[in-house]
Each structure stands twice: as C-alpha cells, then as structure tokens.
C-alpha cells in the first residue's frame, strides 16, 4: 500500500468489516479507503480465514494509518458474515458503526459525504452509499405487473420493500436530492447510529452467507428511525467469487428460508395472501433467471434449493423477533 498523499482525519467511527480468504481483496478495498483523507477511528476486521494473511495485511496498513485510526483483527468465533459483523460491533467503542464489504472501491469523497448524509437529519438512523456497478433500472411491463400482483402499488419501486419481503436499490439520477429517503439498506456501504442498532444487530436466524440479513436490520431500524441512500457517496462493488456462493442448492434454498422469515417475522406478513405472493415472487424469479444460460444450467439446483427451503418453513416454529 503506497502512504497516503494528503493529512490524515478521523470520524467517530467504528468501521466493521468480516472477511474470509481475501486479503488481495481487502488490501485493494484498504488502499481506496486511505486515499480519502477521512478514516474511522476504529477499524475491526473479524477474519474467518484459516491462516493469518489477512492480519498480515491489516499489520501494513496499520502501520501507515497509526495514530490516526486504531486497526483491530479479531479471529471470528463463528464464520458466517451476520455473526462476523454482530462480533465486530461488540469490540467496537464509537458511536456510529460502518458495515462495509471487503471488496469495494470508494469513490472521491464518499466517506465525507456519507458523513455528511448521516448528519443532515438528527432523525436519521442510517445512511448507504450508492453502488454504481448496482443501480436500479425501471422495470419492464411484465415486472410492473408482477410487482403489482404481489402488492406493490406503483409507479416507482426504488429503494422500496414491497409484498413477500422484495427489495429494490436505490435509483441514479442526477435531478435527484443527494440525500434520498429509502426503507431499506445494504451493509456494502452504510452507517448506522449505534443507538439505532438492535443487540445484537443480526439475528442468529443468518448464518454463511447471510442472505437478507441487511434487509432484516434495516427494517428494524425503520421502526423508530428514518434511512436514507446518499446518492453522491459512490462506491464500486468488486464483488468477489467464493465457496459460500458456489452452491446454487444451498443460497436458493437460504434465500427461500430468509425471504419467509423476513415476510413473516418482521414485515407480519402472514395471511394465505402473502403467501401466495411469495410462491408467485418465487415462481416469477425462476423464470427470470431463465433469460441466460447460466439460469438454464443452474435450474434444477434452484428448483431443489427452493424445495429445501420449503421444507425447512414446514418443518420450523413461526419466527420470533
């Protein structure tokens, strides 16, 4: 990592970030974080890798940011990014907590301006950066009548949780207000006031791959505070390959399990209705994924993953939350 070019500053941050095995990864996301200027004061890394390259890398960079930002690397307890990031948030001693993934790159003044958003309303409970590579589109004639089927009024769906738990990005436009409210957020990029957060953040419902378990918190949140995307905090999602997606059988079948929990144990979502939304998302999106061959070759992996899951909802209590 080259030392930075310009004074170092720090927010009262916690900035908390799991990671598994990807220490190039994590280096390049490091290095455009230190050319913004602006750091957390606290940087917690919860590694669920089984050597020690990670820390390695996290030594280099604390190295050039000492004094200015405290870097931390704990061994994770429990691998799974949910648990990795309620771990990280428990060691963490500032205010606000930023979950961000290890391998985005941020544009110029993101993190000031993510620092801005979060402050431009005391009601504001959480704030996100805007993914480029991860924008919303308008959707099609069939999609809007899809998304009304399952109780999503129109005419725009960005940034909205509509029907069995379906989330949209944020929309990129430039006549839009650089603070735009939303009701849900990712953990790629965002802050959140740390009194805003539940204890533990994340439910142990998430585990591995922990699908949907931003969508969760983030409704949570909403109950008692306002959120919001920050439209010109830009980042690059460099989203990496790993083992934890390999299996399409297993992240349908998460999906399925999560997308249910969440309708039911957080939105209440519960009548015979929503549950026919559900099968209708459900149906809806296989027949998306079909528009690419790899939709077609992953088929009966989804199918499989879609039956597991409906068996895990059978055979499993109502959520409690």
Known sequence: MSPATHPLTALPVSAVVPTRHRPQALSRTLMSLLAQGILPAELIVVDASDDEATCLALDAFGAQVAGVCQVRCLKAQVCGAAAQRNQGVTAATQPVIWFFDDDILFEPECVSRLWAALNSSPELGGV??????????????????????????????????????????????????????????????????????????????????????????????????????????????????????????????METVNRHYVMTGILGRKGLLDYLRLILWQLFSLLSSLRTLDGWRSLPAQVRGRWDGWKIICNSPSPNV
């Not at 009304?148 to 769906?157: A, S």
């Not at 990005?169 to 603070?179: G, K, N, S, T, W």
């Not at 939303?182 to 990029?189: A, I, P, Q």
């Open 128 to 253: 996100n950066a805007m993914i480029t590579n991860q924008s919303y589109h308008p959707p099609g004639l069939i999609s809007r009548v899809m998304f009304r089927l399952i109780g999503g009024k129109g005419p725009g769906y960005a940034g909205r949780v509509i029907g069995p738990a379906v989330n949209f990005l944020p929309e990129d436009r430039a006549d839009l207000p650089e603070v735009v409210p939303v009701e849900w957020l990712n953990t790629t990029c965002t802050f959140y006031r740390r009194e805003a957060l539940p204890d533990p953040p994340f439910s142990s419902q998430f585990t591995g791959y922990s699908m949907m378990e931003d969508l969760t918190l983030s409704l949570i949140v909403s109950r008692q505070w306002r959120l919001a995307n920050a439209r010109t905090a830009r980042i690059y999602h460099d989203s990496q390959p790993g083992s934890h997606k390999a299996d399409a059988r297993e992240m349908a079948a």
